[in-house]
């Protein structure tokens, strides 16, 4: 439930970044910086702070529904892919998203 409220409070921070095409959704369920272009260096800081917090909830998230449902450690993969599955669909027009194959395309 903490990851999940963190998560959520993190979100209005950076959803501008991602309405601006700064960051994206990964294949994997994680986030990342996809350019710095137009960000001072106050900016390029806090969009890779906020990224890093971002996907080490999300990489704790996917480890503790893993052992939540007595799934093996090697099933995290799997988890992360639905997840991902579930963020793309869930992004609003106009965000990065990543497909299958490590393509980028504007939803």
């Known amino acids: 439930r903490a990851l999940k ?41 806090e969009v890779q702070q906020l990224v890093d917090a971002e996907n080490r909830d999300r990489e704790s998230l996917y480890l503790e529904i893993a052992k939540a449902n007595n799934f093996p450690k090697e ?12 963020w793309a669909e869930q992004a609003q027009s106009g965000w990065w998203i990543q497909d299958a194959q490590g393509n980028w395309q504007k939803k």
Request: hydrophobic content about 35%; charged content about 30%; glycine content about 10%.
């Open 5 to 45: 409220d963190s998560i959520k409070n993190r979100s209005g921070s950076i959803k501008p970044f991602m309405d601006r095409g700064v960051v994206g959704l990964t294949r994997d369920g994680l986030l990342t910086v996809r350019t710095t272009d137009g960000l001072n260096l106050k900016e390029r800081a």
């Open 75 to 86: 099933s995290v993969p799997k988890i992360k892919s639905i997840f991902a599955k579930s």
